[in-house]
């Protein structure tokens, strides 16, 4: 994420950084060889501050795509991939240079390596552009990880709110996704309790708690 106290969210597309942006991903590599983790959000960071968006738009995009560059270079060394993800900047944050999945996709697509994907965040999507079914499938090819938060307070999927989350876990089912999804939520109460959700979904797809069938032996 870069120096967040100096209000930085990430450093990918932010020019001036590339150095800061290069040790920083070494350093999140070490970290992961270490864990076995194979994904790697590749933060964007913000526009700057005092600057209009549209008058940097063309150098962040030029200094997001070469640092992107460098890190399929990089990643596939450690046999890992890349995320991008598109942060809402009309609720989470206004100068998230990133925005929506038809943007990640363009720089995807400009960058052109396999080891790049789409982290794609129903939330912010949600957000910025709703129409989520089609979203899906139409950016499924690109998809590298799936989050989750009901909208608009970010909490569990059962919390009120504007998504139909069973819904959408058999959408994904039916599209072939079989990746993990991140409960990328700020839960009501403690994490066994805010857990409840999974376990009523569980049961009302005739699977016990843990997700394995009542008929498996």
Avoid at 54 to 66: K, N, R
Avoid at 94 to 104: E, I
Avoid at 140 to 145: E, M, N, S, V
């Amino acid at each position: 994420p870069g120096d967040q106290e100096a209000g930085e969210l990430g450093l990918a597309a932010v020019p001036g950084r590339q150095a800061a942006f290069r040790q920083a991903l070494e350093a999140a590599v070490h970290y992961a060889r270490a864990v076995g983790c194979r994904r790697i959000h590749v933060m964007a960071g913000r526009v700057p501050l005092g600057t209009d968006r549209a008058a940097v738009a063309g150098e962040m995009e030029t200094t997001f795509i070469e640092n992107l560059r460098y890190t399929a270079d990089l990643l596939s060394q450690e046999n890992m991939i890349g995320l991008l993800e598109p942060i809402n900047n009309r609720i989470t944050d206004p100068r998230y240079y990133l925005n929506t999945p038809h943007h990640a996709a363009a720089i995807l697509e400009k960058v052109g390596r396999p080891n790049l994907k789409l982290q794609l965040d129903l939330f912010h999507c949600q957000i910025m552009d709703g129409n989520l079914s089609h979203n899906l499938e139409t950016y499924f090819p690109l998809i590298g990880h799936i989050q989750i938060a009901q909208v608009p307070g970010r909490h569990e999927p059962d919390s009120p709110g504007e998504l139909n989350f069973p819904y959408l876990f058999e959408l994904l089912e039916s599209i072939g996704y079989t990746g993990y999804v991140g409960c990328e939520y700020a839960p009501k109460g403690d994490t066994l309790e805010g857990l409840g959700w999974l376990r009523s979904y569980w049961e009302s797809r005739g699977l016990r708690h843990g997700g394995t069938s009542k008929a498996a032996k």
